[in-house]
Nanobody, 124 residues
């Protein structure tokens, strides 16, 4: 059974930092593209960041560039998202997802497995 378990969410003031982790079991993350998505209240889920399985390229949505950093730890089979300079607009449930594709990382239907999500709340 494949499981992705996110952790590290919480409540933080604007300007603060959080580090999210996604621990995988039943699947080797190194074989997949790994993404973080988020869904804010009343909004559609959107891609935040991705590590490509094809060549290790890393992508960020424009709103988090320079503030968020995605990283994978193959030895621990985890992927993290370091979030700095958090803004109230970053408030959302954050999900990790893995998929076998090597492109179209923003197409959510292509992902094979999803975590249950972790809440991030940034107060102003």
């Amino acid at each position: 059974e494949v499981q992705l378990v996110e952790s590290g969410g919480g409540l933080v003031q604007a300007g603060g930092s959080l580090r999210l982790s996604c621990e995988a079991s039943g699947v080797t993350l190194d074989d997949y593209s790994i993404s973080w998505f988020r869904q804010a209240p009343g909004k559609e889920r959107e891609g935040v960041s991705c590590i490509s399985s094809a060549d290790g390229s890393i992508y960020y949505t424009d709103s988090v560039k320079g503030r968020f950093t995605i990283a994978s730890d193959n030895a621990k089979n985890t992927v993290s998202l370091q979030m700095n300079s958090l803004e109230p607009e970053d408030t959302a449930v954050y999900y990790c997802a893995v998929g076998a594709m090597s492109s179209n990382y923003d197409v959510q239907s292509l992902y094979d497995y999803w975590g249950q999500g972790t809440q991030v709340t940034v107060s102003s």
